[in-house]
């Protein structure tokens, strides 16, 4: 019996998505708040000083900084130098949108986490480098990850599911990294005269004669044929692997594109290492190279840094490497072809990493080194903005240069074309209903953190009731803070959506009120829970709603 009700519970779903206010004074209040535009005439961009070693570079004024856009010298309007992952970091950024500097000495001490996501791409995977891209986030994982951080682990193919999601839980990654598998689907024939995605791009949309030439007499001599059979069938292989090729090199960056986008109600910078053997972007194929700008000016619009993680395992392509290859070519007439195999593939990752900011590591032994590198130099960043002159910067099509004055020896680290110029965004107090809160909770991609909240939930088999679910919840009161007159303040659990079954989840929900609100007193309480029952639940949902101070 106990065996049977362990294996029905082990089918039920719970989801717990919380959004925690509450009244007094909260060190960071989560407002409810409608978002209108309104245009503004600064821009801004983030940069990154580092030394020879890689290092970041603080201390640095105005002053230091020689910005030009279009080669022209422009005049800074506003200046600050922001710790990435730190509390005042938010703050910061909106000072900077509306020009103006925040007073006092920011708390660079106080660490919110950084927000970091792992792109793995693998559908351009082989077996080899996808136990590279698992093992270089295993080792973040195990030993760079901090307990503030947020950390995803993000696929082209979505195979990891649900898990895809910013978490601070170890468990959560490590069960998102052991579901990651090679998607790589390479092309399928009985030749043994290798074509690369390489090979086809230049003998397609290049030209190649002497590569062609080259493929048609293996060929021949392979199936022993004519030069017509073998005609056909170098022409067909090719059109396939082009084909397939620019699928997956659009859908890569089409699932890129959109996680950026996403990441829009994440405030501050965020680190995306993009893991991959590497694609071929060709004008002249696709519209891959016009997927890669929009990409890069999404990072732009929302602080997203790329650092590209090359795993690929060497720089010579299966056409040319004769363990792989019986009939391997070392003629003039494809001198080119190995030096197009080691650059072609590693040309997007350069530029994803380039064009946002970050660097690309491509040495496939050493990834380790390359992750922490990334997150020593990405630790601060230096805040830019001024006021565009004329059109062009408006539509954000100049090109910047920002150099440290008589500092040769430090690199600047930019974004090196596109820049936010999007009309900032004011904020107009509204009031929602509390159903609106409750959807806009359940709708949202990421969890709001402002006030640490702690959830566990358990099944149990129960006389009378059958299977019944119990949650609770805990809210730190450290987070709390009080004025001279507000002695206590009460947190309310307003409501929880039980749903029967996951079929039936948007026809038939019940309701359950909570009971009435805990009180958090400054005397000396520092902890609020909650606990609440529910039957016949296959997930829930809660939400709290602040109310009123009570009365002295």
Same mark, same amino acid.
């Given at each position: 019996?106990?065996?049977?009700?362990?294996?029905?519970?082990?089918?039920?779903?719970?989801?717990?998505?919380?959004?925690?206010?509450?009244?007094?004074?909260?060190k960071? $209040?989560? $407002?409810?708040?409608?978002?209108?535009?309104?245009? #503004?005439?600064?821009?801004?961009?983030?940069?990154?000083?580092?030394?020879?070693r890689?290092?970041?570079?603080g201390?640095?004024?105005?002053?230091?900084?020689?910005?030009?856009?279009?080669?022209?010298?422009q005049?800074?309007?506003?200046?600050?130098?922001?710790?990435t992952?730190? /509390?005042?970091?938010?703050?910061?950024?909106?000072?900077?949108?509306?020009?103006?500097?925040l007073?006092?000495t920011?708390?660079?001490a106080?660490d919110?986490?950084?927000?970091v996501f792992?792109?793995?791409?693998? @559908?351009?995977?082989?077996?080899?480098?996808l136990?590279?891209?698992?093992?270089?986030?295993?080792h973040?994982?195990?030993?760079?990850?901090?307990?503030?951080?947020?950390?995803?682990?993000?696929?082209?193919? +979505?195979?990891i599911?649900f898990?895809?999601?910013?978490? *601070?839980?170890?468990? @959560?990654?490590?069960?998102?990294?052991?579901?990651?598998?090679s998607?790589?689907?390479?092309?399928?024939?009985?030749?043994?005269?290798?074509?690369s995605?390489?090979?086809?791009t230049?003998?397609?949309?290049?030209? *190649? !004669?002497?590569?062609?030439?080259?493929?048609?007499?293996?060929?021949?001599?392979?199936?022993?044929?004519?030069?017509?059979?073998?005609? #056909?069938?170098?022409?067909?292989?090719?059109?396939q692997?082009?084909?397939?090729?620019?699928?997956?090199?659009?859908?890569?960056?089409?699932?890129?594109?959109?996680?950026?986008?996403?990441?829009?109600?994440?405030?501050?910078r965020?680190?995306?290492?993009?893991?991959?053997?590497?694609?071929?972007?060709d004008?002249?194929?696709?519209n +891959?190279?016009d997927?890669?700008?929009?990409?890069?000016?999404?990072?732009?619009?929302?602080?997203?840094?790329?650092?590209?993680?090359?795993?690929?395992?060497?720089?010579?392509?299966s056409?040319?490497d004769?363990?792989?290859?019986?009939?391997?070519?070392?003629?003039?007439? #494809?001198?080119?072809?190995?030096?197009?195999?080691?650059?072609?593939?590693?040309?997007p990752?350069?530029?994803?990493?380039?064009?946002? +900011?970050?660097?690309?590591?491509?040495n496939?032994?050493?990834?380790?080194?390359?992750?922490?590198?990334?997150?020593?130099?990405?630790?601060?960043?230096?805040l830019?903005?001024?006021?565009?002159?004329?059109?062009?910067? !408006?539509?954000?099509k100049?090109?910047?240069?920002?150099?440290?004055?008589?500092?040769p020896?430090?690199?600047v680290?930019? !974004?090196?074309?596109?820049?936010?110029?999007?009309?900032?965004?004011?904020v107009?107090k509204?009031?929602?209903?509390?159903?609106?809160?409750?959807?806009?909770?359940l709708?949202?991609?990421?969890?709001?953190?402002e006030?640490?909240?702690?959830?566990?939930?358990?099944?149990?088999?129960?006389?009378?009731?059958?299977?019944v679910?119990?949650?609770?919840?805990?809210?730190d009161?450290?987070?709390?803070?009080? +004025?001279? !007159?507000?002695?206590?303040?009460?947190?309310?659990?307003?409501?929880? /959506?039980?749903?029967?079954?996951?079929?039936?989840?948007?026809?038939?929900?019940?309701?359950?009120?909570?009971s009435?609100?805990?009180?958090?007193s400054?005397?000396?309480?520092?902890? =609020?829970?909650f606990?609440r029952?529910?039957?016949? =639940?296959?997930?829930?949902?809660?939400?709290?709603?602040?109310?009123?101070?009570?009365?002295r």
């Amino acid at each position: 019996m106990r065996r049977e009700f362990h294996q029905r519970v082990s089918g039920l779903l719970l989801n717990v998505l919380l959004i925690c206010v509450v009244t007094g004074q909260v060190k960071s $209040q989560v $407002q409810s708040d409608d978002v209108v535009r309104v245009k #503004t005439e600064l821009v801004q961009t983030d940069v990154t000083v580092v030394d020879k070693r890689g290092r970041f570079v603080g201390g640095l004024r105005a002053d230091d900084f020689e910005l030009r856009v279009d080669s022209k010298p422009q005049s800074l309007s506003f200046f600050e130098e922001i710790t990435t992952g730190s /509390i005042e970091e938010e703050k910061q950024l909106t000072a900077a949108r509306k020009g103006v500097k925040l007073s006092g000495t920011p708390d660079s001490a106080t660490d919110r986490g950084r927000v970091v996501f792992f792109f793995v791409d693998d @559908v351009h995977l082989t077996s080899e480098g996808l136990n590279r891209a698992r093992s270089v986030i295993t080792h973040f994982v195990e030993n760079r990850m901090t307990a503030k951080d947020r950390v995803a682990v993000v696929s082209t193919s +979505g195979q990891i599911g649900f898990l895809q999601q910013l978490t *601070d839980n170890k468990a @959560v990654l490590r069960e998102a990294i052991s579901r990651l598998n090679s998607k790589y689907n390479p092309e399928t024939t009985a030749s043994k005269v290798s074509i690369s995605e390489v090979d086809a791009t230049l003998v397609s949309n290049h030209g *190649d !004669r002497g590569l062609f030439a080259y493929l048609m007499e293996a060929t021949m001599k392979e199936f022993q044929t004519n030069a017509l059979n073998a005609f #056909t069938i170098v022409t067909n292989r090719v059109r396939q692997i082009n084909a397939q090729s620019r699928m997956s090199e659009v859908d890569t960056l089409s699932r890129l594109e959109g996680l950026m986008r996403s990441t829009t109600p994440l405030q501050g910078r965020k680190l995306l290492f993009f893991i991959s053997d590497g694609f071929v972007v060709d004008a002249k194929r696709s519209n +891959g190279s016009d997927v890669m700008r929009r990409v890069i000016n999404e990072a732009a619009r929302v602080g997203v840094v790329v650092y590209s993680l090359g795993t690929r395992p060497n720089v010579f392509g299966s056409g040319i490497d004769v363990s792989k290859n019986d009939y391997p070519d070392f003629s003039p007439r #494809t001198a080119s072809r190995s030096l197009a195999e080691s650059k072609m593939p590693q040309e997007p990752l350069e530029t994803l990493a380039e064009e946002t +900011g970050g660097r690309a590591f491509l040495n496939a032994s050493a990834l380790d080194d390359g992750v922490g590198e990334a997150l020593t130099e990405s630790s601060a960043y230096y805040l830019l903005a001024w006021r565009p002159d004329g059109e062009n910067q !408006r539509s954000g099509k100049s090109r910047l240069k920002v150099e440290v004055k008589g500092r040769p020896d430090l690199r600047v680290r930019m !974004r090196q074309r596109f820049f936010d110029f999007r009309n900032t965004e004011a904020v107009v107090k509204t009031t929602r209903a509390p159903d609106d809160e409750l959807k806009m909770a359940l709708g949202s991609l990421y969890p709001r953190r402002e006030l640490p909240v702690s959830v566990s939930a358990s099944f149990a088999n129960t006389v009378g009731k059958g299977t019944v679910l119990n949650a609770s919840m805990q809210i730190d009161g450290a987070s709390l803070s009080f +004025g001279e !007159r507000e002695q206590q303040a009460i947190v309310d659990a307003l409501s929880m /959506i039980a749903v029967s079954s996951p079929a039936s989840s948007r026809n038939s929900t019940s309701r359950v009120r909570s009971s009435p609100g805990k009180v958090v007193s400054s005397s000396g309480v520092r902890r =609020c829970h909650f606990h609440r029952v529910c039957t016949r =639940c296959a997930s829930l949902s809660e939400i709290v709603k602040p109310v009123a101070p009570a009365a002295r």
